[in-house]
């Protein structure tokens, strides 16, 4: 567990079902944000050590965000514990089977959608906190942060294009689902990665 800032927190656990491969680690990045009106998880993975987050979790509505279908993990699980209600991007939901969707984003959350694919991958950007938390598209490496365009991108270019648009934003952390997070210069980070992708 990583107390990134008073109020947001960045864990990794094993996924359960993993597999070797060298593209992608065992372990899952995962975040809990306290917006003061909500505890909200982001792709949460619980393996049955529930009292921390019971604990912070005591008389809070909480919600469960996902960065994309494939990251459903525990959040069945927390819907049925704390009685959260879950967001998704519209594709998203329609993969999935009905959960109690909440019908906006917590305070201070945005979602943003990359063009030139649409499978219902989304990041968040934590506003209050300047962070950015992705599904896969893009990846921490010992190198920094990494391009990972999805094998159901239609439109590359269009993709890149909409990945640059976070340029606008003021990143300082980029909380990734695999490899490193990166806790500082999340904008120069972003823009090296973007750099290194296009430059072969």
């Excluded at 094993?14 to 060298?22: I, R």
């Excluded at 912070?56 to 909480?62: F, I, K, S, T």
């Excluded at 089977?97 to 950007?125: C, H, I, K, M, T």
């Amino acid at each position: 567990m990583i107390e990134v800032s008073e109020r947001l927190s960045y864990w990794t656990a094993v996924h359960p079902s993993w597999k070797p491969n060298p593209e992608w680690p065992p372990e899952v990045g995962c975040v809990l944000y306290d917006n003061d009106d909500a505890l909200v998880l982001i792709d949460p993975l619980i393996r049955d050590e529930w009292a921390w987050l019971d604990e912070a979790a005591a008389g809070r509505p909480v919600g469960v965000l996902l960065t994309a279908p494939w990251h459903l993990r525990s959040a069945p699980e927390t819907v049925t514990r704390y009685r959260a209600g879950v967001w998704a991007a519209p594709t998203a939901r329609a993969l999935l089977d009905e959960l109690p969707w909440l019908d906006s984003l917590p305070e201070g959350v945005e979602a943003v959608s990359p063009r030139g694919v649409d499978e219902g991958q989304v990041a968040f950007y934590i506003h209050p906190e300047r962070a950015l938390v992705v599904a896969e598209f893009f990846a921490g490496t010992d190198e920094g942060l990494e391009v990972r365009p999805s094998p159901g991108t239609v439109d590359e270019r269009e993709f890149i294009d909409s990945l640059r648009e976070l340029e606008e934003l003021e990143i300082e952390r980029v909380l990734v689902a695999h490899g490193p997070p990166v806790l500082s210069g999340g904008s120069e980070a972003i823009a090296a990665a973007l750099r290194r992708f296009e430059s072969g």
